[in-house]
Structures are given as structure tokens and as C-alpha cells.
């Protein structure tokens, strides 16, 4: 994880494990394919709750390796590098990608939206009614002066 910096960002729970499983292989017409799934099981923040999500993810990949001789396919490829960054950060692309916009929990997932603004506003509540009856003693403080 300590590998995927950008991922890492996104992450309420900086930990968790990326299984790679990738196989290389070169085609019959000279293209190096990359194929498998990466699965992760991250934990993002939940945008309704804020309280951690836990997301797994599973990912194919399935993509051609371009080599330094057919720089003319360069469209739908990776350029192929001996630098194992480039893994990682081929990795970390697709899990990002793999990630929902809007990180929440589905209606049938634990969710604590119902809890935390419910319990703010019941704060709310209280400080509004409080403030009124603060105002009326003051207001019945001051008549007495006025009568
Ligand atoms: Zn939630």
C-alpha cells in the first residue's frame, strides 16, 4: 500500500493489501499482453456517515504492454518500462478508477447517516429552544421596570 501513494490519499484507513495478480504474456502477433485482477479491500470514508466504508474491489486488466518498437499503437497501450513504478503505477490507476465518485454506503450497508445529523440537530434543537426561553426571561426581567 506504502506503494500507492495516491490511492493512499483517498483512504480513510491507510492499510489494507492489493492482490496482484497479473500475467504477461506475448501474442502471437508480437504484442505483449497484460491481463488479470487486482482486489483490494479498502476503506474509504463514507461522504453521508463519515464513518469508515469498506470497499472491496476487484478489477480485470486487461491491456497491451507497448514496447519501445511499436510506438505506433500507443493508443490503448502502457509504454512498457522496466521500472516497477510503473506497475504500481498502472495499479494504482485502475483502482482509482475502479473507485466509486461518491464514496457512501448502500441503504442495506451499516450506515450512521441516521445518527450523527440527528444527533446534531437534536443539539440544534436544544440550543434554539434554550435561546428562546433565555429571551423571554430576559424580556420578563426588563417588564417589571417598564409596568
Ligand atoms: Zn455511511
Excluded at 513504478?85 to 451499516?110: F, G, M, N, R
Amino acid at each position: 500500500m506504502s506503494h500507492l501513494p495516491r490511492l493512499q490519499a483517498v483512504l480513510a484507513r491507510k492499510t489494507g493489501d492489493v492482490e496482484v495478480d497479473l500475467l504477461v504474456e506475448r501474442g502471437l502477433d508480437g504484442r505483449v499482453r497484460l491481463g488479470g485482477e487486482l482486489s483490494a479491500d479498502l476503506v474509504l470514508q463514507c461522504q453521508r456517515c463519515l464513518g469508515p466504508l469498506s470497499l472491496p474491489l476487484a478489477v480485470e486488466i486487461d491491456t497491451v504492454l507497448l514496447t519501445g518498437s511499436s510506438q505506433e499503437d500507443v493508443f490503448d497501450g502502457i509504454e512498457l518500462c522496466d521500472d516497477e513504478l510503473l506497475l504500481h503505477d498502472l495499479i494504482e490507476d485502475e483502482l482509482l478508477l475502479a473507485l466509486p465518485a461518491v464514496a457512501a454506503h448502500s441503504e442495506t450497508q451499516d450506515c450512521r447517516q441516521g445518527e450523527a445529523p440527528q444527533k446534531y440537530l437534536l443539539q440544534n434543537g436544544e440550543v434554539e429552544k434554550a435561546n428562546p426561553f433565555a429571551a423571554l426571561k430576559d424580556l420578563k426581567l426588563n417588564k417589571p421596570s417598564t409596568r
